[in-house]
């Protein structure tokens, strides 16, 4: 079993200013082993596997020991901000693709391009860790942003999942409202999503890109009808009231297929085992809508997030080290499975394969089912790309609890993004 992105189609291919003299890590004196620093986000099962892979990593590496330092996703960025500046960042941390054109920018990382090895690794899903010719990150691993349906609901409601081979915007509003209106709306049809990778394919599906080299790609009418979308949902009662819909905020705890209080919702696959449990039910990954005259799907695989490494890091070697074991180990992968994505190394992948759980296999065969669909990985985006998200819902909610109309807010959020971009 395999996943291959647009141009892997003959092979097994897997988803196939700063200086740097600040101290990343202590120890390392020759009278002990050498202490790397590590940082990343997450929720306390990531935490757990992460953990659980550092032990293998020390117990083949005794000459090191890690330092983890891990918090939710909400603080991580303010805290590794702040460590940078003092030239006190960790040796290794995780890095999302909104950030790393930032953190590249100011010299902050360290080229891996020699010192871990990408042979295994997918070259296109590769290329997106690429800053200024630099492989500044090494993928964790690949997922993309789909639909998720919780069957159960869909059930309980009698109405039949949709063709995700050709459904449209009109149908995905149109189920929804039926699976709410069926329900009593003791479950919804759908949940606002004010996800950037929403609006990426969205603009896609029109000829748009989200991002250009001067900014924002997505025009103020994308933008309009994007809002005015969600907008629908929520007044024909296919998604929750306002208030309901920014209390769920964009959590994946929160997520209505994930207590079974929904029908669809728009969540990154890597993402589909945490729902899967929580929900109790069977849940299934779908093609987002499109519109009817749409080129292209619009939809594409990405980077969960990175490895990246300080390049002000005493200990470059080992934290290179580090991340070559994070994702070209098969034990390593076989323990974290999904979690940050699929694994990128097409040997890793098929070492582990047969072992996945359900909702990894699920998303595999996914992966395979829209190959031939897929925009290529992108590419890091503009400086302050970083701040897009939390501007986009907080434009969102100003729509939805009338506030703003969706043109208003679209001008507003365009005006604001080109000052924040650069």
Same mark, same amino acid.
Request: proline content about 5%.
């Given at each position: 079993? $395999? ?14 200013? =700063? ?25 306390? $099962? ?13 117990? !083949? ?33 995780? %890095? ?37 010719? +630099?492989?500044?990150? %090494? ?21 039949? +999942? ?30 606002? $999503? ?84 929580? #929900?109790?039910?069977?849940?299934? =990954? ?14 594409? =695989? ?37 979690? !940050? ?10 070492? %582990? ?46 729509? %939805? ?10 001008? #507003? ?7 924040? =971009?650069?």
């Amino acid at each position: 079993m $395999s996943y291959r992105t647009r141009s892997s189609f003959t092979a097994l291919l897997v988803v196939t200013a =700063l200086t740097a003299t600040a101290c990343g890590g202590d120890g390392g004196s020759g009278d002990g082993p050498v202490e790397l620093r590590v940082a990343w986000w997450g929720n306390d $099962s990531r935490h757990e596997l992460t953990e659980e892979v550092i032990a293998l990593f020390e117990d !083949r590496n005794p000459d090191i020991r890690i330092e983890p330092e891990y918090t939710d996703f909400t603080p991580y960025y303010d805290r590794l901000t702040t460590q940078v500046a003092s030239r006190e960042a960790p040796d290794v941390f995780a %890095i999302e693709i909104r950030r790393l054109g930032e953190f590249a920018d100011n010299d902050i990382l360290a080229d891996l391009s020699d010192s871990v090895d990408t042979t295994e690794l997918d070259p296109d899903v590769l290329a997106s860790g690429v800053v200024d010719d +630099l492989q500044v990150g %090494i993928p964790t691993g690949a997922n993309t942003f789909a639909l998720m349906a919780n069957t159960a609901v869909f059930a309980e409601a009698g109405v039949d +999942l949709p063709d995700d081979t050709t459904w449209t915007w009109d149908d995905y509003l149109d189920i929804s409202t039926r699976v709410s209106e069926a329900t009593g709306r003791e479950a919804f049809g759908s949940q606002p $999503s004010f996800n950037d990778a929403f609006l990426k394919i969205y603009a896609e599906q029109r000829g748009e890109q989200m991002y250009t080299e001067d900014g924002i790609g997505a025009s103020a009418g994308t933008l309009t009808d994007w809002f005015q979308l969600q907008l629908d949902h929520i007044e024909a009662g296919a998604s929750p009231d306002a208030a309901l819909s920014a209390e769920l905020g964009s959590s994946v705890e929160n997520a209505l297929v994930a207590t079974n209080d929904g029908a669809l919702g728009m969540w990154w696959s890597n993402q589909l085992s945490t729902i899967s449990i929580s #929900s109790g039910e069977t849940v299934e =990954l779908l093609r987002l809508p499109r519109f009817a005259d749409a080129e292209a799907s619009g939809m594409f =695989l990405q980077p969960s997030m990175f490895w990246s490494s300080f390049s002000g890091s005493q200990h470059p070697e080992e934290a290179a080290r580090f991340i070559d074991f994070m994702v070209n180990d098969p034990d390593a992968g076989a323990i974290q499975g999904s979690d !940050r994505g699929l694994p990128v190394n097409g040997a890793v992948l098929e070492s %582990i394969q047969d072992g996945l759980p359900e909702a990894d296999v699920a998303s595999l065969t996914f992966f395979n089912e829209i190959a031939e669909e897929l925009s290529a990985a992108p590419t890091a985006p503009p400086l302050g790309a970083g701040d897009i998200p939390d501007m986009l819902e907080r434009y969102g909610h100003e729509v %939805i609890f009338g506030n703003m109309s969706p043109g208003e807010a679209a001008e #507003s959020f365009l005006e604001e993004a080109e000052g924040a =971009l650069s």
